[in-house]
């Protein structure tokens, strides 16, 4: 029984002993008088029952106020007292009672705050020998999780059920340009803890892998096995997969506790083998016709020395013609397909204006030679060996600053199509092509410095060209690199590569022991799966044409909150914004336009939060926004919902108020800033971890149990 109603109930029982006594003393005094003495007696109260009537009531009234006093000072302040006792064990260590209420109770409440200090002391003293003893174990989870994140190639860790359990860094870019259809929306992507390695791979060729390393491990062989795939959208994947090895079984042999896969896009490998197929095939096969009639017209030539001028001179017109025309056919194929022509020799991706800052930094320092650049293409990339060609670029300013003694260098970057021009410019004296083919064929040198590569070889290994060339106008000269253009992966800034502060969370190992199943209610509360979400909307009244104008999530896996599994897209709500509402969640009209509207952005919420449990702040609220969507897009949300408002009301039941900004300060939970969908989902879910605990507390462990609970609070009849 609550509390409230054993008040009711004291109040009837006491009001019933105060009167009780008297009214059957009456009763038998009223039984042993005489009917003269009854009439006086009637007589008498009558006359004066108006007084005695409102005397009474008025000290009823003071005496239930008195007692209703008494009540909220000692049993509700004491109940609220015993509330934020457990908070301070349960979730919130600095939360302290308020000195309040009768003296008694403030020395009760100074009392427990005094507990309170001793047990911070005792902890901060246990938590500071438990830091030192983890201290190596945590060093080497950085050490992991910084090489990790930071390795060239994709690599996935699963259990045996195929759920991702560790990934880095290359692996959650790489599947997140594959990410195609719903999941593409907000930046979504096919991977994240605890999700399922087979909405990547095929099943079957994973089962197949598994079953290949187990046949080795029995062999005594190394365990390792590798596969071609393909996604949903058409990629070429290879994979390669290697056992991790759990404790040793009854027969003394190693198991498989889960797999390590090293994951690789071959898709544009195989399209610039198909490429480098076709420029071979382009060459020869439509080469063949103009070779035979150079052939044909060299052969007359020769065989008929004394023929007649004008014919000589169609002969020779014939080799002309043909020849310009093969020149102009490699022209064309050089453009078409230089990135087909690339040798490979392994190359990588940089840009141009690197290439040519690190040559001017090389030609101070070396040659003391002034250096300027003109004309730079500063967003082409190209593929480069950036030692060997930053050395070719200084060799050549080297041999310029022996033999012409120009004052300075510059340097320009264009592009034409496929083909990037990196030209080295100076003013001077002209150069024979004799010369310059002398340079190009001699091992370079800077000084000391040697190489045993020569200018041509570092041309060839580019797959590209180089020439000199006039500029008789500007009365000066330079050469030419010309070299194919890349299009390099798309490179995250700092920010995404480390997640803002702190180190990515990309793994966890205790995903080892999860166990594939649906979403069972009668599971435990740490046990599952959940996307906490939050919507941003144009005005209070779904049922009044209010729209949503952002969603924002995240996963919760294995109790910890995954700020890198984000979902947060902006929707435009075809409809103008209310200008009341656009202080209170920043989005502006000029934000949304352009945006994907609600047909597109909710099959992909629904895509990522599939098989996890729901939760949200007010939940109603935001429900009743996607329920009302269902008819016009197909998609409904059948999974269960949980809603920290109504768990904070039933873990703190006398508390005053239970909005997200209280329940953070109480719980003490900081945040950035407010009404950004994807901060409060966030702030959402950090509150409801420290929800999971204190619902522990008072029996509350299982999902069928706190929706119960839930149920039953005030707040649960609220309706939108």
């Not at 042999?253 to 197929?277: F, K, P």
Request: contains cysteine.
């Amino acid at each position: 029984m609550k509390a409230k109603h054993r008040f009711i109930v004291a109040v009837i029982v006491l009001g019933l002993l105060m009167t009780g006594p008297f009214v059957v003393t009456s009763l038998l005094v009223w039984l042993d008088m005489k009917d003269a003495e009854r009439t006086m007696l009637t007589e008498l109260l009558l006359s004066r029952l108006p007084v005695g009537t409102m005397m009474t009531l008025f000290g009823f009234v003071v005496g239930v106020g008195v007692l209703h006093k008494l009540f909220k000072q000692y049993v509700e302040g004491l109940l609220r007292m015993a509330e934020t006792l457990r908070l301070m064990l349960g979730a919130n260590r600095n939360f302290r009672v308020s000195i309040e209420g009768p003296p008694e109770v403030q020395q009760l409440a100074q009392a427990a705050n005094d507990l309170a200090q001793q047990r911070d002391a005792l902890m901060d003293d246990v938590d500071s020998q438990i830091a030192t003893a983890k201290a190596s174990v945590e060093e080497e989870k950085n050490r992991l999780a910084a090489l990790m994140s930071e390795l060239a190639q994709a690599v996935v860790v699963c259990n045996l059920d195929g759920r991702i359990l560790l990934y880095n860094n290359r692996a959650r870019l790489q599947f997140k340009a594959l990410s195609q259809g719903p999941t593409s929306v907000a930046g979504g992507a096919l991977i994240g803890l605890g999700r399922s390695i087979f909405s990547i791979l095929e099943k079957s060729q994973v089962e197949h892998a598994q079953e290949v390393i187990r046949q080795r491990l029995s062999a005594g062989k190394t365990a390792i096995s590798n596969f071609i795939t393909t996604t949903r959208g058409g990629q070429l994947l290879r994979a390669q997969m290697v056992p991790v090895l759990a404790a040793s079984g009854e027969e003394g042999e190693a198991a498989m506790s889960g797999y390590v896969l090293t994951v690789e896009n071959i898709t544009r490998s195989i399209e610039q083998e198909a490429r480098r197929d076709q420029v071979l095939h382009s060459l020869t096969e439509g080469s063949r016709s103009t070779i035979g009639n150079i052939r044909a017209a060299v052969a007359n030539l020769i065989d008929y020395p004394d023929m007649e001028p004008e014919l000589r001179e169609r002969f020779v017109k014939v080799v002309d013609d043909e020849a310009a025309k093969m020149s102009h056919s490699l022209d064309e194929t050089m453009g078409e397909f230089s990135d087909s022509m690339k040798t490979r020799w392994p190359l990588e991706d940089i840009l141009g204006i690197d290439v040519i800052a690190a040559a001017q930094r090389r030609i101070d320092d070396k040659l003391k030679l002034s250096t300027k650049t003109e004309e730079l293409d500063d967003a082409l990339w190209i593929k480069a060996d950036s030692y060997a060609l930053v050395f070719a670029l200084v060799c050549l300013a080297s041999k310029l600053q022996d033999h012409y003694e120009p004052r300075e260098l510059r340097f320009r970057l264009t592009s034409a199509g496929n083909l990037a021009y990196l030209d080295l410019i100076w003013a001077g004296a002209a150069m024979s092509s004799e010369t310059f083919y002398t340079w190009e064929m001699e091992t370079m040198q800077i000084g000391s410095e040697t190489s045993p590569l020569t200018l041509r070889d570092v041309i060839d290994r580019h797959g590209g060209e180089i020439w000199y060339q006039r500029e008789k106008a500007a009365h000066r000269a330079y050469f030419r690199f010309v070299l194919p253009v890349a299009v390099p992966e798309v490179e995250p800034d700092q920010e995404e590569r480390t997640g803002g502060k702190g180190r990515p969370e990309y793994y966890d190992f205790d995903l080892f022991k999860f166990e594939d199943k649906s979403i069972d209610l009668d599971r435990k509360l740490s046990e599952l799966t959940y996307t906490v979400f939050d919507t941003e909307t144009t005005g209070l009244e779904p049922s009044n044409g209010d729209e949503i104008i952002q969603v924002g999530a995240a996963r919760i896996v294995n109790n910890r909150l995954l700020r890198q599994e984000t979902f947060n897209q902006i929707v435009d709500p075809e409809r103008p914004l209310k200008p009341e509402s656009i202080p209170i969640h920043g989005i502006t009209e000029d934000m949304v336009r352009g945006q994907p509207n609600i047909d597109v952005v909710l099959p992909a919420f629904h895509e990522f939060c599939e098989d996890t449990v729901l939760i949200a702040h007010n939940a109603a609220f935001d429900m009743r926004f996607l329920q009302l969507k269902e008819e016009r897009t197909g998609i409904r949300f059948t999974q269960p919902v949980l809603d920290t408002l109504l768990l904070s009301a039933v873990v703190h039941p006398n508390q005053e108020s239970h909005k997200l900004d209280v329940i953070l300060e109480r719980l003490g939970i900081a945040i950035g800033k407010r009404h950004n969908a994807l901060e409060d989902a966030l702030a959402t879910g950090e509150v409801f971890l420290k929800l999971v605990k204190l619902l522990e507390d008072q029996g509350i462990v299982t999902v069928r149990q706190a929706l119960e609970a839930a149920e039953k609070t005030y707040f649960a009849r609220v309706k939108y």
